[in-house]
């Protein structure tokens, strides 16, 4: 089974940078294609970004494209979730999810999932 860790969470204003890594273990991570979702309390988890075992296939969620940015590299078992001109609805906990099929903007393709990390972004 792989194990995934998210960090790089943090608040930061309106129009700041965050980068959010993920570590992956267990398994190597060139098995997988890997998505990055967000969720807010009370609402469905959204999709982000999603990138293919060797790094291409890359697909954004329309609220977050062109200011985001996901990478990989697998020698390392590390994906990337660059993050720039953040706004005040960028704020939720951000998840990293693993999936065998491909990638995907649907949460229900992804088998492993780490716990996230909270992204705060303040007006």
């Known amino acids: 089974q792989v194990q995934l860790v998210e960090s790089g969470g943090s608040v930061v204003q309106a129009g700041g940078s965050l980068t959010l890594s993920c570590v992956v273990s267990?398994?190597?991570?060139?098995?997988?294609?890997m998505g990055w979702f967000r969720q807010v309390a009370g609402k469905e988890r959204e999709f982000v970004a999603t990138i293919n075992s060797s790094g291409g296939g890359i697909y954004y969620g329309d609220s977050v494209k062109g200011r985001f940015s996901i990478s990989r590299d697998n020698a390392k078992n590390t994906v990337i979730l660059r993050m720039n001109n953040l706004k005040p609805e960028d704020t939720a906990v951000y998840y990293c999810?693993?999936?065998?099929?491909?990638?995907?903007?649907?949460?229900?393709?992804?088998?492993?999932w780490g716990r996230g990390t909270q992204v705060t972004v303040s007006s």
């Open positions: 999810a693993a999936s065998r099929i491909g990638t995907s903007r649907y949460s229900d393709h992804y088998g492993d």
């Open positions: 267990g398994r190597a991570l060139s098995n997988y294609a």
